[in-house]
């Protein structure tokens, strides 16, 4: 697993001044480029991810699976990786009242450079073929806790998949109903402290749960199933937090019969593409929170679903709905039937203003023209959608990130030619100049972002697959991974944003060494 192997470059860049095209990114990789050939499914790099980078104090953290090398087969360990980050290559450091640091180079490789853990405490390595057991990495600002969960396919969860350091939940009871069965992990920064949610049940049908992790004490507490889903299940784009309000954008995907499917010991529901598909999505629909999670507003701000105890808070203090239903009222956005090709888990961001951003596809405009769009909900409450570009079949889910500027970044991967594409539309056009600034080849996946960093730093890390169009310079099965590093432009710089705690490259040992578990 050398990391000194050559850098994987891109074959091809789109480059035109008049359209501000971004710089070349500063590439790193990471993972083995052994194969593991009796594989189908690659298990790093998918949209459903929160997150898989993440930015604290300095430091850049990466979550992902990967062989040991040529020799190791088909077996899979968790890997934690992070790099202490660099300052801008335009940003010189006060190291004192009488020395500046000297910007970084693009090219310095040592400021790059990444720590890897192997985790092979994991008891039974991973070994199951199943491209939805990917890993969720969460760090916990109030205590610089590390949370990762991982392996997760409609799967018990019991001690023994745990690694020796956490088999538990801290404040959580170890026979807790709601973890019977976990898919789709998340977690995410609340403040100072950390929220973690997973769907319960199958594909059609089930919850989507919420969990919250206070610094404070080192525990978590259950809020409760805040989407459920009625012969159905919600599919979640992203839970975002932004000043203090939870966002919260889904599909949902329609339940259908299939032989078996009350059956306990079935698996078809397991399948990369399971009896219930994408052909059921159907809708777009919005949420938000502005009580940490507790109570749900529908997009003209009523009060939707209370998850608090009615023990403790009569109905006269508290919604009536304990949970967000599909018929809840006003939180469709979109009414998108079956059929037109909606996908589930794309991408949400929320910009600086309160702005909701949605990145997802349909066949809805005349023609039937399978397009890739922008919906949005600005920060008046109202929605738009505009189409982006053509997709190609078999493309995967692409991802949106908001810089520090406030412009809208969308990443979109083009599966037939192994190249990703990237567009910008800027805050000042309210969002609708969409131009593309880089196309770079070899990179496979679905993209991901680190927005910590990109929030404070304005550099948009990209994390995917690394996919050669020569299959000479790598081998199809490998699982690794590159990161590409961009500086976006900055503007209207606040110097006192440079001692922000995410510059504070002291050593967080803390995060580094706690919670390294399957949590």
């Given at each position: 697993?050398?990391?000194?192997?050559?850098v994987?470059?891109?074959?091809?860049?789109?480059?035109?001044?008049?359209?501000?095209?971004?710089?070349?990114?500063?590439i790193?990789?990471?993972?083995?480029?052994?194969?593991?050939?009796?594989?189908?499914?690659?298990?790093n790099?998918?949209?459903?991810?929160?997150?898989?980078?993440?930015?604290?104090?300095?430091?850049?953290?990466?979550?992902?699976?990967?062989?040991?090398?040529?020799?190791?087969?088909?077996?899979l360990?968790?890997c934690?990786?992070?790099r202490?980050?660099?300052?801008?290559?335009?940003?010189?450091?006060l190291?004192?009242?009488?020395e500046v640091?000297?910007?970084?180079?693009?090219?310095?490789?040592?400021?790059?450079?990444?720590?890897?853990?192997?985790?092979?405490?994991?008891?039974?390595k991973?070994?199951?073929?199943d491209?939805?057991?990917?890993?969720?990495?969460?760090?916990?600002?109030?205590?610089?806790?590390?949370?990762?969960?991982?392996?997760?396919?409609?799967?018990?969860?019991?001690?023994?998949?745990?690694?020796?350091?956490?088999?538990?939940?801290?404040g959580?009871?170890?026979?807790?109903?709601?973890l019977?069965?976990?898919?789709?992990?998340?977690?995410?920064?609340?403040?100072?402290?950390?929220?973690f949610?997973?769907?319960?049940?199958?594909?059609?049908?089930?919850?989507d749960?919420?969990?919250?992790?206070?610094?404070?004490d080192?525990r978590?507490?259950?809020?409760?199933?805040?989407?459920?889903?009625?012969?159905?299940?919600?599919?979640?784009?992203?839970?975002?937090?932004?000043?203090?309000v939870?966002?919260?954008?889904?599909?949902y995907?329609g339940?259908?019969?299939?032989?078996?499917?009350?059956?306990?010991?079935?698996?078809k529901?397991?399948?990369?593409?399971g009896?219930?598909?994408?052909?059921?999505?159907?809708?777009?629909?919005?949420?938000?929170?502005?009580?940490?999670?507790?109570?749900?507003?529908?997009?003209r701000?009523?009060?939707?679903?209370?998850?608090?105890?009615?023990?403790?808070?009569?109905?006269?203090?508290r919604?009536?709905?304990?949970?967000i239903?599909?018929?809840?009222?006003?939180?469709?956005?979109?009414?998108?039937?079956?059929?037109?090709g909606?996908?589930?888990?794309?991408?949400?961001?929320?910009?600086?203003?309160?702005g909701v951003?949605?990145?997802?596809?349909?066949?809805?405009?005349?023609?039937?023209?399978?397009?890739?769009?922008?919906?949005?909900?600005?920060?008046?409450?109202?929605?738009?959608?505009?189409?982006?570009?053509?997709?190609?079949?078999g493309s995967?889910?692409?991802?949106?990130?908001?810089?520090?500027?406030?412009?809208?970044?969308?990443?979109?991967?083009?599966?037939?030619?192994?190249?990703?594409?990237?567009?910008?539309a800027?805050?000042?056009?309210?969002?609708?100049?969409?131009?593309e600034?880089?196309?770079?080849?070899?990179?496979?996946?679905e993209?991901?972002?680190?927005?910590?960093?990109?929030e404070?730093?304005?550099?948009?890390?990209?994390?995917?697959?690394?996919?050669?169009?020569?299959?000479?310079?790598?081998?199809?099965?490998?699982?690794?991974?590159?990161?590409?590093?961009?500086?976006?432009?900055?503007?209207d710089?606040?110097p006192?944003?440079?001692?922000?705690?995410?510059?504070d490259?002291?050593d967080?040992?803390?995060?580094?060494?706690?919670?390294?578990?399957?949590a």
């Open positions: 697993m050398s990391l000194n192997d050559p994987p470059k891109p074959g091809h860049q789109d480059h035109d001044a008049a359209h501000m095209q971004l710089p070349p990114p500063v790193t990789k990471l993972g083995c480029q052994s194969t593991t050939p009796g594989r189908k499914h690659k298990l790099a998918y949209a459903f991810q929160q997150d898989a980078i993440v930015t604290f104090k300095g430091y850049q953290y990466a979550a992902y699976w990967s062989n040991a090398g040529p020799d190791d087969g088909d077996t360990y968790l934690v990786a992070r202490q980050l660099p300052p801008r290559s335009d940003a010189p450091v190291i004192n009242e009488n640091r000297k910007p970084s180079t693009i090219d310095d490789e040592t400021a790059y450079g990444w720590e890897v853990l192997e985790l092979r405490g994991y008891s039974g991973q070994t199951v073929d491209g939805h057991n990917t890993v969720s990495l969460g760090i916990c600002p109030g205590d610089g806790t590390i949370h990762l969960a991982f392996d997760h396919h409609c799967d018990i969860w019991r001690p023994d998949i745990f690694s020796g350091t956490l088999d538990y939940l801290p959580i009871p170890s026979r807790h109903k709601q019977r069965d976990v898919t789709y992990p998340r977690f995410g920064f609340l403040g100072k402290d950390m929220f949610s997973h769907r319960d049940g199958k594909a059609g049908l089930g919850n749960h919420l969990y919250t992790y206070s610094a404070k080192g978590y507490e259950y809020i409760g199933p805040y989407l459920t889903g009625v012969q159905s299940n919600p599919y979640v784009n992203g839970v975002t937090s932004r000043d203090g939870l966002h919260v954008t889904w599909v995907r339940f259908v019969n299939y032989p078996g499917w009350d059956d306990p010991l079935d698996t529901h397991k399948q990369q593409a009896p219930n598909g994408a052909e059921n999505n159907h809708n777009i629909c919005y949420a938000y929170s502005d009580a940490g999670g507790y109570a749900w507003r529908n997009g701000g009523e009060v939707i679903a209370d998850l608090r105890d009615p023990a403790k808070f009569p109905t006269d203090v919604g009536k709905e304990r949970t239903k599909n018929d809840g009222s006003g939180i469709v956005a979109f009414n998108i039937p079956k059929g037109k909606l996908m589930n888990q794309e991408a949400q961001a929320v910009d600086q203003e309160g951003h949605v990145l997802n596809r349909d066949m809805m405009d005349q023609g039937g023209m399978y397009l890739w769009k922008h919906y949005y909900r600005s920060s008046d409450g109202t929605w738009t959608q505009r189409a982006l570009q053509a997709i190609n079949e995967k889910r692409g991802q949106l990130a908001v810089s520090k500027t406030g412009d809208l970044y969308a990443i979109l991967p083009d599966s037939t030619t192994k190249s990703m594409r990237i567009l910008r800027t805050k000042a056009s309210g969002f609708a100049d969409y131009r600034v880089w196309k770079g080849d070899g990179l496979g996946g993209p991901l972002v680190d927005s910590a960093r990109l404070h730093d304005n550099v948009l890390s990209v994390f995917a697959r690394n996919d050669p169009v020569n299959p000479a310079e790598q081998p199809a099965e490998s699982q690794a991974i590159v990161i590409l590093d961009f500086e976006l432009p900055m503007e710089k606040d006192k944003a440079e001692e922000d705690s995410m510059r490259t002291s967080p040992s803390d995060v580094w060494s706690a919670y390294l578990s399957g």
